[in-house]
């Protein structure tokens, strides 16, 4: 080669190096972004809310599904519900746990399957109430934004059965011997589901829980007596800076 030709040949070494070097930023931003998309919106589904939209969600089921629906068995009625209150739970993301019909003297019912108690992987069942002669609230007497606040609570049992070992849940069991630590228990779920993100949901669930129609008096003044009214979880909301933006 002469002098012209190895400085041409220079050149193009140079533009094809520019090159490559350029489509593997762009490969590399495209997968970042990907990423950074799929995690930012993630961190939106948990992000405490007023009011949840059921619309937005509904057109993010399969996302919604994709990240909190492994190892659950859902009631398709009430999965988009089911699955907005587990994107508040991270740490259940690969627990067992089964959402059920069945006639129960509640709203709904959190328990963990007995032949599992011994195991590492527990499993757990929610029955939802469908139960025709109930003179409390079913599911579907209160709102959207209500039900996921329900099921957020229940899904606050899990989270505590999760931390305890197999006497932690029997001792569990005990506490509903008595108005007072059965009291004391529950304040301590609405409390998780609170400090989990759900406290308007939460809120919602218990006021239009005492503010009905539908229900007798004997139902409203248990709820009352038992978990927190929505003036304490308000008050609760307030203290909490996860709450700050809202």
């Not at 004391?184 to 005492?210: A, C």
Request: proline fraction near 2%; aromatic fraction near 14%.
């Amino acid at each position: 080669l002469d002098k012209t030709g190895y400085f041409t040949l220079i050149k193009l070494f140079k533009y094809i190096t520019i090159i490559i070097c350029f489509t593997v930023i762009i490969f590399q931003c495209g997968n970042s972004f990907g990423q950074n998309e799929i995690e930012s919106s993630a961190r939106a589904i948990i992000k405490p809310s007023k009011k949840i939209d059921s619309l937005f969600y509904k057109n993010k089921i399969s996302e919604l599904d994709s990240l909190h629906g492994n190892n659950k068995s859902f009631l398709p009625k009430y999965k988009l519900q089911c699955l907005i209150a587990l994107s508040f739970y991270p740490e259940l993301k690969s627990v067992n746990i089964d959402f059920t019909f069945k006639n129960i003297n509640t709203t709904m019912q959190c328990q963990p399957v007995l032949s599992t108690l011994l195991k590492n992987d527990r499993s757990y069942i929610i029955h939802i109430n469908n139960k025709t002669s109930f003179n409390g609230l079913l599911i579907d007497d209160i709102p959207f934004n209500a039900q996921i606040g329900l099921i957020g609570h229940e899904l606050a049992h899990v989270i505590d059965y999760e931390k305890g070992n197999k006497n932690h849940i029997i001792s569990r069991g005990f506490d509903y011997l008595s108005e007072n630590t059965k009291k004391k228990f529950e304040y301590f779920i609405d409390s998780l589901t609170i400090n989990h993100g759900l406290g308007w949901q939460l809120y919602d669930w218990s006021n239009y829980s005492l503010n009905n129609n539908k229900s007798s008096e004997k139902y409203k003044s248990f709820k009352r007596k038992i978990y927190m009214t929505p003036a304490i979880i308000l008050e609760q909301i307030q203290k909490n800076s996860i709450y700050n933006e809202n």
